[in-house]
């Protein structure tokens, strides 16, 4: 058969080329694969690094002193219960717990600290009920955190049964006479709290609200300030707790007309409930610890580990009832659903007491 010589050319060198096309090709595909496999293998060293990293990093916490910060000043009830728990979680831990006095704001100051604090476990916040409940129901969106979204809660510590106290100097001995003597000359009595938006504070607008007396409101930074100035006469009330008042009442340099509880409290059953004399009053605080929100798991399970148990101790709890506490432990979640429920009874509170941020002095 004849053909032509070019076209013969033409067909080898195609062949030719079509044989380096593959081999190209192959060539190309085993390169990616060795990039593939080279790429791969330096993703999983570093996922793996980096997983060691951060169990490393949780397995060695705490590595440096934890801040906690309270909301008010030295020398306040808040402050002695909260060095006695920062020497429980000092002790457990093994680094120094710093207790950090941020008074003002009605408590909100320290947990707005808290909330914009790194999420690493090393602040944290002595929640009160004035910061995470009744001071938000009061502020609402003037606050610049959210107790709910911003902070997350590490376990409860114990409830704080409110009472109120009247100076000596006054000739008044029960709440029957304080509200007879209050309607016979409103504005006649100033009374003393912590900070707008407190507990101790909410809790006179309260009484206000249901008795139709008329009181003055005084804030101060701090309750221990108040307190000497009941002690000399200068005040005339407060809704304070109960541990710092309880010697000078014993004392009879303060005098505890009733206390906010449901009931009367057993280690001191000799003063009455608040709402014996008005059926429906309750103000009853609590103290717990939060942490800025996002804190890893592990670390809030370990600081309520340790809560609980340190808590439980019958020396520590017999401690708590004796200055007017009742201890009260659970988990973070028990806590939270604690926080949600007390900022719908205040929300309530203020709503059915017509008490707003606009309607106080």
Known sequence: MFFSP??????????????????????????????????????????????????????????????????????????????????????????????????????????????????????????TTGGMVSGPALMKDRLAYDPQKDLAPVGLINYVPYGLVVTPHLPI???????????????????????????????????????????????????????????????????????????????????ILGVGHSKRLRAYADIPAINETVPGYYNTGWWGIAAPARTPVAIINRLNAIMNQGLMAPEVMQRFEQNGFEVSTGTPQAFGALIRSDLAMWNKLLLDAKISVDTLP
């Open 173 to 255: 001995t029960n709440l029957k006479e304080l509200i007879e003597q209050a309607k016979a000359a409103p504005g006649r009595f100033n009374v003393a709290s912590p900070g707008v938006g407190t507990p101790n504070h909410l809790g006179a607008e309260q009484l206000m609200s249901m008795t139709g007396i008329v009181l003055v409101h005084v804030p101060y930074k701090g309750g221990a300030a108040a307190l000497l100035d009941l002690m000399a006469g200068t005040m005339h009330l407060t809704v304070t707790a109960l541990q710092p008042v309880l010697p000078p009442h014993k004392a009879g340099r303060l005098r």
């Open 6 to 127: 070019v076209t013969s050319t033409v067909r080898v060198h195609s062949h030719s080329a079509q044989v380096r096309g593959a081999q190209a090709t192959a060539l190309m595909v085993k390169k990616r694969q060795r990039i593939g496999d080279c790429v791969f293998s330096t993703l999983t060293y570093v996922l793996l690094a980096g997983h060691a990293v951060v169990a490393a990093a949780q397995g060695a916490y705490p590595a440096k002193p934890i801040r906690m910060i309270i909301p008010y000043p030295a020398g306040s009830s808040t402050d002695l219960n909260a060095r006695d728990l920062a020497q429980m979680f000092s002790k457990a831990l093994g680094q120094p717990v710093v207790v950090d006095p941020r008074p003002g704001g009605g408590a909100t100051l320290s947990h707005q600290l808290v909330a914009k604090a790194p999420a690493d476990g090393y602040t944290l916040l002595f929640a």
